[in-house]
C-alpha cells in the first residue's frame, strides 16, 4: 500500500475537495472516490521516486527525532537549504522519511 503523506498537499486537498463535491452531487459513488485517491497515492509516490532529479542540502540544529512504524521524523530549528545558486532560511522545519522500497509498483498491497 502506498504512503498516504501527500492527500495533505495542495494537489492532495483539491483532489479530495472534488471528489467530495462530485459525492455530494451524486455523480459518483464513495467507493469510486476512495479508488481514485487510492491511485493517487500510488501515482504520486511513483513519480516522486522515478522522476524527480533535484537535489537540495540542508544544514540545521535537531530539535527532536522520532522512528516509528518504519517512519523516521525529523524535527529542525534554523534550517539552511541549499540548492546550486540558492539559499533559503528557515526557522523551524518538520522531515517526515518513508522507506522508498515500499512504495514500487511490485510492493504487496
Request: contains cysteine; glycine residues 4%.
Amino acid at each position: 500500500m502506498a504512503y498516504q503523506l501527500y492527500r495533505n498537499t495542495t494537489l492532495g486537498n483539491s483532489l479530495q475537495e472534488s471528489l467530495d463535491e462530485l459525492i455530494q452531487s451524486q455523480q459518483i459513488t464513495p467507493q469510486l472516490a476512495l479508488q481514485v485517491l487510492l491511485q493517487f497515492d500510488k501515482a504520486i509516490n511513483t513519480a516522486l521516486a522515478n522522476r524527480v532529479r533535484n537535489r537540495v542540502n540542508f544544514r540545521g540544529s535537531l530539535n527532536t527525532y522520532r522512528f516509528c512504524d518504519n517512519v523516521w521524523t525529523f524535527v529542525l530549528n534554523d534550517v539552511e537549504f541549499r540548492e546550486v545558486t540558492d539559499l533559503v532560511k528557515v526557522d523551524k522545519v518538520k522531515i517526515v522519511a518513508c522507506d522508498g522500497k515500499n512504495t514500487g509498483p511490485n510492493a504487496a498491497e
